[in-house]
């Protein structure tokens, strides 16, 4: 119910890889489906919702590099490969009849808006899914930025990161059995301990702009409803 709702805009970045499922590369969409209803629940309570997509089961410029291929040219390809994500999942949310737009941060007229702030905070406001792609629209970033950059341009109130695990570990739970999860972390306490949550430059970002984070897992059916109704899903990072 809308009245159970603590949040009322929020920013969900979810990763490239995560859309590709059991498959090595590229899109697969029983996953956007499932990623689509999900996303609906939100919009059925009345939450405002902003995403940011990876493009990682694509492309990514640091690979591309490793190949061969000119750094920036790659992290082009990268953002290229997140538009393509964004419009698969356009695609998927209006198949629930979840009304969505694309802006994307390079222009690419006839295809996807151009990112414009007060245009993406209006349609927020009308309810509409704004997915933010192209990540910055800048080589040597990433889609975590990203994400907390449009998180904090668009007055969100939570930036939600969706991983494979269920938050954030002292250490990685598939290789160190004694790892433990946190339940809360500062800022800093990410940035001392190099826990590798998203980037450094995103959780700088979320620091100088107090914007609270939360790290959960995607494929635990319910936990992002369970967020925004403000329940203890995965790792809070805040102040
Ligand atoms: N990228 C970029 N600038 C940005 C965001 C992304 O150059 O602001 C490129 C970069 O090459 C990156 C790729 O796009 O590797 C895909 O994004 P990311 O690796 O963040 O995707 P994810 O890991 O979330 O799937």
Do not use: W
Request: aromatic share 4%; charged share 25%; net charge neutral.
């Amino acid at each position: 119910k809308a009245s159970d709702r603590k949040f009322k805009r929020i920013l969900l970045k979810l990763s490239g890889e995560a859309l590709m499922g059991a498959e090595g590369f590229g899109i697969d969409p029983k996953v956007l489906d499932r990623m689509a209803l999900e996303v609906g629940q939100l919009v059925g309570i009345g939450v405002q919702v902003g995403l940011v997509i990876g493009g990682g089961n694509l492309f990514r410029g640091a690979s591309l590099q490793k190949a061969g291929l000119d750094r920036v040219t790659g992290d082009h390809m990268g953002m290229l490969a997140t538009v393509m994500n964004g419009l698969a999942m356009r695609d998927a949310l209006e198949r629930c009849n979840i009304v969505s737009r694309v802006m994307s941060a390079i222009p690419m007229s006839g295809v996807v808006d151009h990112y414009d702030r007060r245009k993406a905070m209006r349609a927020l406001q009308r309810g509409e899914v704004v997915i933010f792609s192209a990540g910055t629209g800048n080589p040597f970033f990433t889609t975590d930025s990203a994400a907390c950059l449009r998180g904090i341009e668009v007055d969100a109130e939570l930036v939600l990161k969706a991983t494979k695990v269920d938050g954030v570990y002292s250490a990685d739970p598939a290789i160190d059995p004694t790892a433990t999860k946190y339940d809360r972390l500062s800022y800093d306490e990410v940035l001392n301990k190099k826990l590798g949550v998203m980037d450094l430059t995103a959780i700088c970002l979320c620091r100088d702009h107090n914007m609270p984070l939360r790290v959960f897992e995607m494929e635990k059916a319910g936990a992002l409803l369970n967020i925004v109704v403000g329940g203890d899903e995965g790792t809070l990072i805040e102040e």
